[in-house]
């Protein structure tokens, strides 16, 4: 069982419909959770970071929940910018200073 | 604001063939890694780097070596290139923390090596 798994999708979606992906990690002890941005041919950014009481930034929300062992993100009236592979990222117990990266959802908005 | 820069961007090897990709941050941070990125795998961990001086071994170490000599640099070289290392190769850095990494890294552009 991969450490991160996330449905690699593809998800087509038109404009303003709304949007959610799952992750789960596979470590209990897992300590932070992140959701980072890719575009095609790019390099990963940082999203957003996850909290254990759900943060939202904008038209995006994330979400922990610890008891099932899994990580959502949602996106609200979804734009074409909002088109790009979302990358799922959680700190490993006992890897203080790495990530572990799941292998990605892509995301792709319709006009 | 030049953040992680990697060179080069593209090579083309042959196997048996050496090289070394070059990653530079100006943001003065303690923290470097290397990834490769490959289809369905996701990034995987291929060595990093705590400071000046210290390298460490990730996921996926076997075939690369690195080096540090400079707090602003961080170095992976392949001795002997295999169609296997054909891959995106993304360097990064990221600010300390007293307890866990923060999370953020900061990518360079990625270097795509083929290796024939």
């Known amino acids: 069982r991969k450490e991160v798994e996330q449905d690699p999708g593809p998800f087509n979606v038109p404009e303003g419909a709304t949007v959610a992906f799952n992750c789960t990690y596979s470590n209990s002890a897992s300590q932070s959770f992140f959701w980072y941005r890719q575009d095609c041919r790019k390099e990963p950014k940082l999203l957003m970071s996850v909290y254990s009481s759900g943060n939202e930034d904008g038209r995006f929300t994330a979400q922990l929940n610890r008891a099932s062992q899994y990580i959502s993100l949602l996106i609200r009236d979804s734009k074409l910018s909002d088109s790009a592979t979302y990358l799922c990222v959680v700190n490993m117990a006992g890897s203080a200073r790495q990530l572990t990266f799941g292998s990605g959802t892509q995301l792709t908005v319709l006009p | 604001n030049a953040g992680v820069t990697q060179t080069p961007k593209f090579r083309v090897l042959k196997t048996g063939q050496s090289m070394t990709l070059l990653c530079a941050q100006d943001?003065?941070?303690?923290?470097m890694y290397w990834y490769r990125q490959d289809p369905g795998m996701g990034l995987r961990l291929i060595h990093y780097?705590?400071?000046?001086?210290?390298?460490a071994k990730g996921e996926v170490p076997d075939g690369y070596n690195v080096s540090r000599l400079k707090k602003q640099n961080f170095l992976l070289g392949l001795e002997s290139a295999a169609p296997s290392q054909t891959s995106v190769y993304f360097c990064?850095?990221?600010?300390?923390?007293?307890?866990?990494?923060?999370?953020?890294?900061?990518f360079g552009e990625g270097s795509r090596l083929t290796v024939l």
């Open positions: 943001m003065n941070h303690e923290y």
């Open positions: 780097s705590v400071g000046e001086g210290t390298t």
């Open positions: 990064a850095s990221s600010y300390p923390s007293g307890r866990a990494a923060t999370g953020e890294l900061f």
